[in-house]
């Protein structure tokens, strides 16, 4: 039971670190964190200059993190209308990202099994290809024996 679960965990592993190293040869997930964050160090500076809650500017990198991660922790919080906008666009701009990223990686996990669907494939079509020609030669034999027995029967009549 033990070695079951730790087998498990294993294949799980390994899958990880596959999947993690097909991730890290993707431009466009990169493309999209490059993106993520620099949204969030502008919308930080945005922030911090229009909302007097924003001490600083990391303050200000900090809370748009947060809001477009949809964590909201609560400790800096935008208190002018301004601010709250620029939050709201971040809101959904979060949005955006997280569906971006989910479509990313799914499209990139179903298209790593696809292909490993179709290296799988191949033999099997091959098999079936074998055993095909091997059943013809069945049909085609017992065809033969059906005549063969067919003028037998002739013959004793």
Do not use: C
């Amino acid at each position: 039971m033990i070695m079951n679960i730790l087998e498990t965990l294993k294949d799980a592993l390994t899958l990880l670190k596959t999947v993690l190293s097909e991730l890290t040869n993707k431009q466009h997930l990169f493309n999209l964190l490059i993106l993520a964050l620099a949204v969030s160090v502008s919308a930080g500076l945005l922030l911090y200059i229009l909302d007097g809650n924003i001490h600083s500017l990391l303050d200000g990198i900090w809370s748009a993190w947060v809001t477009m991660t949809h964590v909201g922790f609560g400790d800096v919080v935008p208190s002018s209308f301004l601010g709250r906008l620029l939050s709201a666009a971040l809101i959904l701009f979060g949005l955006v990202l997280f569906s971006l990223f989910t479509a990313l990686l799914s499209a990139n996990l179903i298209g790593k099994n696809m292909n490993a669907w179709s290296h799988d494939e191949r033999p099997f079509e091959q098999d079936v290809n074998q055993l095909e020609t091997e059943e013809s030669k069945i049909l085609k034999e017992l065809a033969r024996l059906h005549e063969r027995l067919d003028a037998l029967e002739k013959q004793n009549k």
